[in-house]
């Protein structure tokens, strides 16, 4: 059975981007026998990079770390603020072994921020995976509270989304899967 791991990279707790990737989850892969597992960062215990509890250049705990290995694709959910990546996920992602997210589809959706700072962002955080291997759907989500409005997700934000979605499915569905456990 294949795996879809999201990601949501906001500590604190982002309510709205937190819907969103349930949203993704829940309406885009709930058919065809996917397995589907969220993990809100802001729910783990994060190991600062420069920190000697940082052993064997782990930035979160294992279990995070082995949910991504054996996953079969990604959602990376973040809010942007202050032009950059936030240093939970940034940590993990910077830590994660190579074989985590090498030839792994890998989505992205950004919430907030002005749009250079978000095309920025998208930018680190692209570089970041593509260095890693990672299948990078070339189109990014970008949300913002106006997406929101009515408490609910916008008609034209459920549709980026879905297309997200989409693309990462069909990538899921070509891309090699992963051979070896990870080392922890």
Do not use: C
């Amino acid at each position: 059975m294949r795996k879809v791991l999201a990601l949501v990279g906001a500590v604190p707790p982002h309510r709205r981007l937190l819907s969103a990737t349930r949203w993704i989850l829940n309406s885009r892969f709930s058919l065809g026998g996917i397995d589907r597992q969220l993990i809100d960062l802001a729910d783990q215990r994060m190991v600062r990079s420069n920190s000697s509890l940082a052993e064997g250049g782990r930035g979160a705990s294992p279990g995070v770390v082995r949910s991504v290995f054996n996953s079969d694709a990604l959602i990376i959910a973040y809010p942007v603020h202050d032009a950059e990546v936030p240093e939970g996920l940034r940590n993990l992602l910077y830590h994660l072994p190579v074989a985590a997210v090498a030839a792994k589809p890998v989505g992205i959706v950004m919430m907030g921020g002005r749009h250079q700072y978000v095309r920025a962002v998208d930018w680190q955080l692209r570089n970041l995976l593509a260095r890693r291997g990672a299948l990078i759907v070339p189109a990014s989500v970008r949300l913002t509270p106006a997406d929101f409005e009515t408490g609910l997700l916008a008609e034209d934000a459920r549709q980026s989304l879905s297309n997200l979605a989409d693309s990462v499915f069909k990538l899921m569905q070509v891309a090699p899967r992963p051979d070896a456990e990870p080392r922890l």
